[in-house]
């Protein structure tokens, strides 16, 4: 279903508008990150509403908008609620939106090692198993892409 | 969509300013499941959250919070091991603002010694 959205609705009234239309939807996909040496790899998970306003489109603003909103001081307006919303993306490209928007650009953006330290992977190859959690990094194995 | 501007809003008996429903109404909210695959139950104003580590998640917003001043309210229920029951009125949440953009929520038990998943953790935020 494809919901029509005038530009002048304020983005949280477009989210409240879309979990009133939209069916869920569960990503495939997992995002697995380390921003320091010192804790263990986190697992980014997209929230199934987001994915649905992400792939039906007219809802979520431009990418930019986050990223430039972060040099906002608190308090002060910021740029992504009333921006012009934008179209359809597919579910690989919702995901690298969500890793601009989620998480940190000195893991997906200015890291210059040679570690790998983010993978998008299936959700299936997640361990399911929590079993020393906090010991969790990122295989290098370009064979094995689980945690 | 239609908007209404109104003042107040009234029951024909009583009456109240619209702003305090308006600001009384939760920001964003979740229900997680932050054992096994972690996965999002339901949601509102939620991008995605962030398995940091045993019993500990942050919630990112879709629509950010204008400060940091904003409140947040975290319940859980259940543990995955079985070492602590469903129920159990002992279990706690504990939430935390950390920025505009996202919370941190995270889940323990008096008897533990460190964090620890739950089956069922929710979060709401006013602002």
Redesign the interface.
């Known amino acids: 279903m494809r919901i029509q959205?005038?530009t002048t609705?304020?983005?949280?009234?477009r989210?409240?508008?879309a979990?009133s239309h939209l069916t869920?939807v569960?990503s495939k996909y997992?995002v697995l990150f380390e921003d320091s040496q010192d804790?263990?790899a986190?697992?980014?998970?997209?929230?199934?509403?987001?994915m649905a306003?992400a792939l039906a489109g007219s809802i979520?603003p431009p990418i930019d908008t986050y990223l430039r909103?972060r040099d906002v001081p608190?308090?002060q307006p910021?740029e992504?609620?009333y921006a012009e919303p934008i179209g359809p993306m597919t579910e690989e490209e919702a995901i690298e939106y969500?890793i601009m928007?989620?998480i940190s650009p000195a893991v997906w953006r200015d890291y210059v090692g040679n570690r790998v330290v983010l993978k998008i992977t299936p959700?299936e190859l997640?361990p399911?198993?929590?079993s020393f959690?906090?010991a969790w990094k990122i295989t290098q194995d370009a064979e094995r892409i689980a945690a | 969509m239609s908007t209404i501007i109104a003042s107040n809003i009234s029951d024909g008996t009583t009456s109240v300013a619209s702003t305090y429903v308006v600001n009384g109404s939760a920001k964003a909210w979740v229900n997680f499941n932050g054992t096994s695959t972690v996965a999002i139950r339901d949601s509102l104003n939620v991008g995605s959250i962030t398995d940091v580590g045993t019993g500990q998640y942050r919630v990112n917003f879709t629509n950010a919070m204008p400060d940091a001043n904003y409140s947040v309210i975290a319940t859980v229920n259940g543990a995955d091991t079985g070492t602590y029951e469903f129920n159990d009125s002992r279990h706690q949440a504990l939430g935390v603002v950390l920025s505009p953009t996202y919370a941190s929520v995270s889940s323990k038990h008096p008897a533990a010694t460190a964090w620890y998943d739950v089956w069922q953790m929710s979060a709401a935020i006013f602002s």
Request: proline residues 12%.
């Open positions: 959205m005038t609705l304020h983005l949280w009234d989210l409240a508008e979990k869920p569960q997992r804790e263990p986190k697992v980014l998970v997209p929230d199934p509403n987001w306003a979520l909103d608190d308090g910021k992504h609620p969500l928007k989620d959700v997640i399911s198993d929590r959690r906090n």
